[in-house]
């Protein structure tokens, strides 16, 4: 039944209720199914998860349109940022394994997102890292290891562009 409900109201913050309305039912409705999201965090929607993934979001985010989750990780969001469209975060991987099967043993990947980033759309979170405060991540990076604050990263994969102001 519990997985019935995840879905269910899952469903309806990512069909009926997507677009740039109804942000205090879509996060009353993910709180309620476990994905902790903090006061005045706007998420547009859809919002697509799996049930395994532990998801945590701080206050006064906005969650752009199709926001993506994938994999039995852990994505941990602090406060004042914001997310372009498309963004997505892969939590789960494989160690390399024989050749016999290529995709060895399972394993869960954790992110960290700090205050008051900016990661642009289109952009792809791999191999669990941490995004310091004050980061500016551009347009469909690929992002596969760990930002600093205050910076601007940029390609595919990253790479610091230039410091900003801190």
């Not at 990512?14 to 006061?39: D, E």
Request: hydrophobic share 40%; proline share 3%; charged share 20%.
């Amino acid at each position: 039944m519990q997985k019935i409900l995840f879905y269910l109201f899952l469903w309806i913050v990512s069909a009926p209720l997507k677009g740039t309305h109804f942000f205090k039912l879509k996060r009353f409705m993910l709180n309620c199914i476990g994905i902790t999201v903090g006061l005045g965090t706007k998420v547009v929607g859809p919002f697509k998860v799996t049930s395994v993934a532990n998801i945590e979001i701080g206050k006064d985010c906005w969650i752009g349109e199709n926001f993506k989750v994938y994999g039995n990780g852990e994505v941990k969001i602090g406060d004042r940022n914001d997310f372009g469209p498309e963004v997505t975060f892969l939590t789960g991987s494989h160690e390399i394994g024989s050749p016999k099967r290529r995709a060895g043993k399972g394993i869960s990947e954790k992110f960290n997102v700090g205050d008051g980033n900016w990661i642009g759309a289109h952009c792809v979170f791999i191999k669990g890292m941490t995004v310091e405060d004050g980061t500016v991540i551009g347009t469909k990076s690929l992002i596969n290891s760990d930002c600093k604050s205050n910076a601007l990263y940029a390609g595919s994969p990253i790479r610091k562009i230039r410091n900003l102001e801190a």
